[in-house]
Structures are given as structure tokens and as C-alpha cells.
């Protein structure tokens, strides 16, 4: 599995930034940037959150397709379907440079699972988020688009499987999970400012005032806040958990053809192993005040999910 690195792209753990204007002197307005800057997000994690153990698997596809006399002698049970349930969750660290809240807006994510193999498949969902404030939640014309050169959008990822994938309204234990609530990325902020501090500089990443120095933060620059302090001035933040469920037909009809090459493991005691390669990419959308509709890439991000 690629590790996550901030590299150009997004999400193997790919990150898409834009380069931060030094912030101080005309451009040190904390509260309200003047010069809009893109955001940055990098995706950190896709994990199933949810999963059967290739055990239920073994005796689901064994009852379907050998016969439950046959699979009594090998399992203790047969699971129904509605126990082989599939959710993961992706991760995205969003960051934000100007002074004011930026939205995000819609998310677009492309699955391959199975990648090389002959059950792969593709599947992708277009998620609008909602702005409380609004009185309706309607989904726009033109879901999961914008422009800019070389911005991916829905068409990008065609033919797909319309129910392997779908947006989760419940997390595992039950409890809602507010997958639909709009998420805004906070304005930038200052940190360890130093009233009246006129003698201090930037150098080697560290925020030095006379002989006092310490460390900027990740991302962080040195700047003043509206009563001409030296400060830190660090990017808002903001950690976006999406889950995404599986269809469990879709699912199963995939597992199918490994369980049916694993047949001879299964008569010899030996256990079934269902590995699910995957690869996931798509964009993020934000709307950016005078810059509209802001795109970013991800992807591909590629790894395996084990069901041991």
C-alpha cells in the first residue's frame, strides 16, 4: 500500500496544495484575508469499518453453492445475509489559509475494487453536503463539477456499478452518523502572538524574537493580528470523516468467484483468504469566495482490505 505522503494529488495519501502567500504587512488581516487562497486537503485513510470475517464468508458461499449438509461439517453455522454487511471510511485533513470559513461542498469517489483481477469493478457516488441554514437540500444541476483545467468530474468515471457503493447513514454501532451535515474549514487563526513585538523574524522555521525562537507549526507562517502583533498564523483545520457502505448483493457477487477457485483449500481444512484489493480516487469541491467553484483531484489511492 502506498504510504501517505503530502505529494502533489490527493489521496495516495496524496495531497493537493496551493502555495500560501507570507503573510504580514498588508496581507496580515487575520480576520479576513484579502487575496483568496485555494485550499489544501490530503487524504489520509480508507479503512473498512465494517466487515464480515472470510469465515461467515466461507459458510454463506458454501451453503449457496455446495449445500448445507456438506457445509455443516465444516462450519458451525450459516450467516444470513443481512450479517455480511461492508462500510469503510475515508479521511480527509482539510486545510484552510485565508480568513474566512471555506465550505466543502461535494465530494466525488470513484471505487475499484478488484483492480487486474476478472470480478474488477467500478463504482462511483457523487455526495452534496448541506448548509443548515438552508431551507431545502436540493442536489444542484449539475452535481460534482467545476471548472478549472484538468478538475475530474462524474463523467470521468463511467460505466459503474450503481449499488456497490452509497453513502452511510448509520455508523456501525447504530448511532447516526451525521454524514450530511455541511462541513466548513476554519478560517486561518493566530497563535503565540507577542504584543508589540517589532523585532521579530523568520528564520530556519522558527519564529524568533530577539533570542527567544520557537518552532512554527505545520504550515504555519509568521504574520500580525489587527493589533499589529507578531504571531503565528496557522492554516484552519479540519478533519472530514465520510462513510460509504457497500451493497452487500454487489459485494457478494464479487466474493463469489474467489470462493468458488478456493474450493479444494475448503476440502482440505485449509482457510479462505478474502482479500479485497481496492483503488480510490475522485475529486473534492469548495466554494471559495471570488474564486467559485474549487476543484481538487485525489488519487489513486490503492491498497488491500483483509477480512483475516
Known sequence: MRSPSLVPGLLAACCLTSGCELLGGANSDV???????????????????????????????????????????????????????????????LGNPNGFPVPLVEILLALDVFRG?????????????????????????????????????????????????????AAVTGELFDNLSFRYIPAREATACRPGAGDCVERDGQLCCGDDCEALGTGCQMGTNDAGDTCQVCPGHLEARIRFELGIDAMLGLLEQIFSDSLDDLAAGRDIAFDIPYSAEGSLYFDVPSLGRFGLNFGPFEGTWSLD
Open 31 to 93: 480576520a479576513g484575508g484579502l487575496t483568496p487562497q485555494p485550499p489544501t486537503a490530503a487524504l489520509m485513510e480508507v479503512a473498512l469499518t465494517e466487515r464480515p470475517s472470510y469465515t461467515k464468508l466461507g459458510a454463506y458461499f458454501c451453503d449457496d453453492l455446495v449445500g448445507g449438509f456438506a457445509c455443516g461439517l465444516v462450519f458451525d453455522s450459516i450467516p444470513r445475509k443481512a450479517d455480511l454487511r461492508f462500510s469503510f471510511e475515508t479521511v480527509f485533513d
Open 117 to 169: 483481477e476478472a470480478q474488477a469493478s467500478l463504482a462511483t457516488v457523487c455526495v452534496s453536503f448541506c448548509d443548515p441554514e438552508a431551507e431545502d437540500c436540493e442536489k444542484p444541476a449539475e452535481p460534482c463539477v467545476a471548472d478549472g483545467e484538468g478538475v475530474r468530474d462524474i463523467r470521468d468515471f463511467s460505466p459503474t456499478i450503481d449499488d456497490l457503493i452509497n453513502l452511510a447513514s
